[in-house]
């Protein structure tokens, strides 16, 4: 009996793994192609379970979570997996940059754009002079430099302070405006400090810092979304005898699904910004994925649990509320999360 020595727990066995700790006993220093290959095998294995579980996912509602329900998984990427995967690739292709700026336009069409704007301008300040809010006379102009009120006083006399009642625009402009925030009790004693640090974060940059905290939380909120939405599910199918774990992965697989749907959304968009002929034409086709995705979701619906039309479509008209509720819920504690850790 050829007995081996297992090199992590010393264990002698003539078994290809080791009984205790499960190591293989024919450990050696791989070459660099034995490395390349074991990657390559690695590859083709999930590239392979990824196409097999992208078919069903985009043209099969629910035969995805029917399939793991039924116990055949191996073919299959796991859920968590898949969705983990298309939440990662949505945040990526989201941060993904309009082509639209003004870089990106050929030397004639800024050329153009220059023009249309010196125009626009030359306009505004006719406006202006026919109003009587500027004087050529004395050389002021909506470019000119200002020095000093004692510079052009009959001009300055002259202007009135416009009130501006919109509130379309929000700026942030007193960090100290933080301060008179009421912080007490148990929570302010332990957190009106951090509070008030990024109150004044958040002013002083106006607010992007925040923004970019809160973007990185977004992931999670979704996450979290999820099993808290399944518990609903588990209410609403309480006779259905279901388990929990078989909501969440229906919920896995179905924000999968709608995960793909905003990646395809938004590389379309984005790709066709420089094109104004294929912009103009991507409505419609934007427009049918999102029809087809409450179509796929309706069936995915009725597949897995079996229900009847009326029954299916009641129970749809109640999940979106209670997901309306969860993303506000999920949205408000990253607000919250955001606000005390910037």
Not at 123 to 145: C, D, H, K, R, W
Not at 212 to 235: E, G, H, R
Not at 290 to 306: D, E
Request: charged residues 15%; hydrophobic residues 45%.
């Amino acid at each position: 009996m050829n007995l081996k020595t297992c090199l992590n727990c010393n264990l002698e066995s003539n078994a290809k793994f080791c009984p205790k700790c499960g190591q293989s006993l024919d450990v050696k220093i791989s070459s660099a192609w034995d490395f390349i290959s074991e990657i390559l095998n690695v590859i083709y294995s999930l590239d392979s379970k990824v196409w097999k579980s992208m078919l069903p996912l985009l043209f099969k509602p629910g035969k995805l979570t029917n399939e793991y329900i039924a116990g055949r998984r191996v073919r299959y990427l796991p859920p968590f997996r898949l969705y983990l995967i298309f939440s990662i690739l949505f945040f990526l292709v989201a941060a993904i940059p309009d082509f639209t700026g003004f870089d990106n336009l050929s030397a004639e069409d800024r050329e153009g754009l220059t023009q249309d704007l010196q125009e626009a301008r030359d306009e505004f300040t006719q406006g202006l002079q026919e109003a009587g809010v500027i004087n050529t006379e004395n050389n002021i102009g909506i470019t000119s430099p200002f020095n000093s009120p004692a510079d052009f006083p009959e001009e300055i006399t002259t202007l009135e302070p416009i009130e501006n009642n919109s509130s379309d625009n929000i700026s942030l402009t007193d960090a100290d405006d933080c301060i008179d925030v009421p912080w007490s009790g148990f929570l302010g004693e332990r957190l009106g400090g951090r509070a008030l640090s990024s109150c004044q974060t958040a002013f002083s940059d106006n607010g992007v810092t925040l923004m970019q905290s809160f973007i990185d939380y977004l992931p999670v909120m979704m996450f979290v979304c999820v099993p808290l939405l399944a518990v609903f599910m588990k209410v609403l199918y309480l006779f259905k005898n279901r388990k929990y774990i078989e909501h969440l992965m229906f919920l896995f697989h179905t924000h999968s699904f709608i995960f793909l749907v905003v990646i395809l959304n938004v590389s379309i968009i984005k790709i066709s910004g420089p094109f104004p002929i294929v912009e103009n034409s991507i409505a419609p086709l934007v427009a049918t994925l999102w029809i087809y995705a409450v179509i796929y979701i309706f069936i995915a619906l009725k597949k897995v649990y079996r229900q009847n039309f009326f029954m299916t479509s009641f129970k749809m008209i109640m999940l979106f509320p209670s997901y309306s509720i969860c993303l506000a819920l999920s949205f408000a504690s990253g607000l919250f999360l955001t606000f005390i850790t910037i």
